[in-house]
Protein backbone atom coordinates (compact mmCIF):
# COMPACT_ATOMS: atom_id res chain seq x y z
CA UNK A 1 0.00 0.00 0.00
CA UNK A 2 1.26 3.19 -0.59
CA UNK A 3 0.48 6.94 -0.07
CA UNK A 4 -3.32 7.69 0.86
CA UNK A 5 -4.15 4.28 0.97
CA UNK A 6 -2.19 3.79 4.27
CA UNK A 7 -5.11 3.75 6.77
CA UNK A 8 -3.28 2.42 10.14
CA UNK A 9 -3.59 4.88 12.64
CA UNK A 10 -0.08 4.97 13.82
CA UNK A 11 3.07 3.96 11.66
CA UNK A 12 6.69 3.49 12.45
CA UNK A 13 8.87 6.17 10.00
CA UNK A 14 11.99 5.31 8.36
CA UNK A 15 13.52 8.47 6.28
CA UNK A 16 14.13 7.97 2.60
CA UNK A 17 18.52 7.42 3.54
CA UNK A 18 17.38 4.87 5.91
CA UNK A 19 17.06 6.71 9.56
CA UNK A 20 14.57 5.95 12.10
CA UNK A 21 11.97 8.85 12.17
CA UNK A 22 9.87 7.29 15.14
CA UNK A 23 5.94 6.24 15.34
CA UNK A 24 3.72 8.85 14.32
CA UNK A 25 0.48 9.08 12.50
CA UNK A 26 -0.44 7.85 8.93
CA UNK A 27 -1.28 11.53 7.48
CA UNK A 28 1.78 13.03 9.34
CA UNK A 29 3.92 10.25 7.97
CA UNK A 30 2.11 11.36 4.68
CA UNK A 31 2.55 15.04 4.93
CA UNK A 32 6.85 14.32 5.32
CA UNK A 33 6.81 12.05 2.34
CA UNK A 34 4.40 14.72 0.33
CA UNK A 35 7.35 17.41 1.14
CA UNK A 36 10.11 15.12 -0.12
CA UNK A 37 8.53 14.91 -2.95
CA UNK A 38 8.36 11.04 -2.62
CA UNK A 39 5.87 8.27 -1.98
CA UNK A 40 4.87 6.61 1.83
CA UNK A 41 5.32 3.14 0.93
CA UNK A 42 4.23 0.42 4.02
CA UNK A 43 7.03 -2.12 3.81
CA UNK A 44 6.00 -4.27 6.78
CA UNK A 45 2.70 -4.44 7.49
CA UNK A 46 2.65 -7.12 10.32
CA UNK A 47 4.59 -5.25 12.61
CA UNK A 48 3.27 -3.44 15.35
CA UNK A 49 2.88 -0.26 14.64
CA UNK A 50 3.61 -1.20 10.96
CA UNK A 51 6.71 0.02 9.23
CA UNK A 52 6.78 2.44 6.51
CA UNK A 53 9.45 3.88 4.76
CA UNK A 54 9.51 6.91 2.30
CA UNK A 55 10.82 5.82 -0.61
CA UNK A 56 10.05 6.54 -4.33
CA UNK A 57 7.62 4.03 -5.63
CA UNK A 58 8.53 3.19 -9.46
CA UNK A 59 11.95 3.00 -8.50
CA UNK A 60 10.84 0.46 -5.39
CA UNK A 61 8.56 -1.58 -7.38
CA UNK A 62 11.61 -1.87 -10.17
CA UNK A 63 14.52 -3.19 -7.45
CA UNK A 64 11.63 -5.44 -5.65
CA UNK A 65 10.90 -7.04 -9.23
CA UNK A 66 15.37 -7.04 -10.03
CA UNK A 67 15.34 -9.16 -6.89
CA UNK A 68 12.56 -11.56 -7.78
CA UNK A 69 14.11 -12.06 -10.82
CA UNK A 70 17.89 -12.47 -9.13
CA UNK A 71 16.18 -15.15 -7.01
CA UNK A 72 14.40 -17.25 -10.32
CA UNK A 73 17.47 -17.31 -12.47
CA UNK A 74 19.61 -18.74 -9.32
CA UNK A 75 17.16 -21.42 -8.61
CA UNK A 76 17.48 -25.10 -10.08
CA UNK A 77 14.70 -26.87 -11.24
CA UNK A 78 15.22 -30.57 -11.06
CA UNK A 79 13.71 -32.85 -13.32
CA UNK A 80 12.81 -36.38 -13.55
CA UNK A 81 14.25 -39.37 -16.30
CA UNK A 82 12.57 -42.25 -16.52
CA UNK A 83 13.94 -45.27 -17.64
CA UNK A 84 12.28 -48.95 -18.53
CA UNK A 85 13.42 -51.86 -17.91
CA UNK A 86 12.04 -55.42 -18.04
CA UNK A 87 11.79 -58.91 -16.00
CA UNK A 88 13.85 -61.12 -18.06
CA UNK A 89 16.72 -58.15 -19.54
CA UNK A 90 19.65 -59.19 -20.35
CA UNK A 91 23.24 -57.84 -18.35
CA UNK A 92 24.37 -55.92 -21.14
CA UNK A 93 20.99 -53.81 -21.53
CA UNK A 94 20.97 -53.43 -17.71
CA UNK A 95 24.56 -51.90 -17.54
CA UNK A 96 23.38 -49.42 -21.11
CA UNK A 97 20.17 -48.33 -19.32
CA UNK A 98 22.68 -48.06 -16.16
CA UNK A 99 24.83 -46.04 -18.12
CA UNK A 100 21.69 -43.93 -19.32
CA UNK A 101 20.65 -43.14 -15.74
CA UNK A 102 24.22 -42.34 -14.53
CA UNK A 103 24.56 -39.47 -17.36
CA UNK A 104 21.05 -38.25 -16.15
CA UNK A 105 22.53 -38.19 -12.07
CA UNK A 106 25.11 -36.51 -13.30
CA UNK A 107 23.63 -33.33 -14.42
CA UNK A 108 21.28 -33.26 -11.49
CA UNK A 109 18.12 -34.50 -12.39
CA UNK A 110 16.11 -37.50 -10.48
CA UNK A 111 15.74 -41.14 -11.82
CA UNK A 112 12.51 -42.71 -12.08
CA UNK A 113 13.36 -46.29 -12.46
CA UNK A 114 10.12 -48.91 -13.48
CA UNK A 115 10.15 -51.90 -14.04
CA UNK A 116 7.44 -53.10 -16.33
CA UNK A 117 5.96 -56.61 -16.08
CA UNK A 118 3.58 -58.00 -19.15
CA UNK A 119 1.27 -61.24 -19.23
CA UNK A 120 2.79 -64.19 -17.05
CA UNK A 121 5.33 -62.06 -15.66
CA UNK A 122 3.06 -60.58 -13.39
CA UNK A 123 3.07 -63.70 -11.16
CA UNK A 124 6.92 -63.32 -10.52
CA UNK A 125 6.78 -60.06 -9.42
CA UNK A 126 8.65 -59.81 -6.43
CA UNK A 127 11.49 -62.70 -7.31
CA UNK A 128 12.31 -59.88 -10.37
CA UNK A 129 12.38 -57.21 -7.32
CA UNK A 130 16.00 -57.82 -7.17
CA UNK A 131 16.60 -56.75 -10.89
CA UNK A 132 15.86 -53.04 -9.31
CA UNK A 133 18.49 -53.85 -6.20
CA UNK A 134 21.30 -54.64 -8.80
CA UNK A 135 20.88 -51.21 -10.69
CA UNK A 136 20.75 -49.53 -7.44
CA UNK A 137 24.06 -50.95 -6.66
CA UNK A 138 25.56 -50.35 -9.70
CA UNK A 139 24.70 -46.48 -9.01
CA UNK A 140 25.68 -46.73 -5.49
CA UNK A 141 28.85 -44.61 -5.79
CA UNK A 142 26.72 -41.60 -7.43
CA UNK A 143 23.22 -42.03 -6.53
CA UNK A 144 20.85 -43.16 -3.04
CA UNK A 145 17.41 -44.69 -3.07
CA UNK A 146 14.91 -41.54 -2.29
CA UNK A 147 11.88 -44.05 -2.38
CA UNK A 148 12.20 -47.74 -2.41
CA UNK A 149 10.94 -50.09 -4.73
CA UNK A 150 7.46 -49.99 -4.83
CA UNK A 151 4.28 -51.88 -7.04
CA UNK A 152 1.75 -49.43 -8.49
CA UNK A 153 -0.36 -51.81 -10.87
CA UNK A 154 1.79 -53.53 -13.48
CA UNK A 155 5.12 -51.90 -13.05
CA UNK A 156 7.62 -51.67 -9.45
CA UNK A 157 9.33 -48.30 -9.59
CA UNK A 158 12.09 -47.03 -7.53
CA UNK A 159 13.36 -43.33 -7.11
CA UNK A 160 17.23 -42.27 -7.48
CA UNK A 161 18.85 -39.04 -6.91
CA UNK A 162 21.90 -37.43 -6.61
CA UNK A 163 24.48 -38.50 -3.25
CA UNK A 164 24.52 -35.26 -1.14
CA UNK A 165 28.50 -34.55 -0.05
Known amino acids: MINEQIRDREVR ?4 DGE ?4 MSS ?3 YNIAVEAGLDLVKIAPTA ?13 KYELTRKEKDARK ?3 TVDVKEVRLSPNIDTNDLNTKVNAARKFISKGDKVKVTLR ?5 MAHMYSSKYILDDFAEKLSDIAV ?3 APK ?4 SMTMFLSEKRQ
Not at 20 to 23: D, E, F, L
Not at 48 to 60: M, R, S
Request: overall charge positive; glycine content about 12%; aromatic content about 8%.
Open 117 to 121: FRGRE
Open 20 to 23: QMGV
Open 151 to 154: VEGR
Open 145 to 147: IEK
Open 27 to 29: KEA
Open 48 to 60: KPPVCKIVDYGKY
Open 13 to 16: LVGA
Open 74 to 76: KQK
